[in-house]
């Protein structure tokens, strides 16, 4: 899934997963060594991420439920534990730097494609 800053007109990811079971959204980034450029991790239900046990530092986008940026983290260290953010739906975790990149801001509309499957195109549903 892409992910596009309508806002902005930029792209925050060209490769998203998503984690929404009990289990994936648990282990989130843990078993990675890093996130490539244009990569990410959406976590279905998230208002606060918590970085224990990580490897690498990552810049995280909390969304509401309307797409809107409700809350920003750039550069979060291993062992770190994010604000809460009330008002997030899901949060997108990324390579640090993304959000700088992106020119991501609190309050903008992130639009989300995905991957198309032969013509057709399929709306996300979060």
Known sequence: M???NTTKKTTVAGQTKVAGTFFFRMM???NRKSL???????????????????????DVIFVDKNHKVAGLV??????????IFWKASFAIELPTTTI???????????????ALRGTERQEAKM
């Not at 700088?100 to 995905?114: A, R």
């Open 2 to 4: 892409k992910i596009f």
């Open 28 to 30: 989130g980034l843990l």
């Open 36 to 58: 490539d450029e244009g990569e990410g991790l959406i976590i279905l239900s998230c208002q606060q991420i918590h970085m224990v046990f990580m490897r690498f530092p990552i």
């Open 74 to 83: 750039k550069n979060i260290q291993p062992f770190g534990f994010s604000p």
């Open 100 to 114: 700088e990149k992106s020119q991501t801001q609190v309050g903008d509309i992130l639009e989300f494609i995905p």
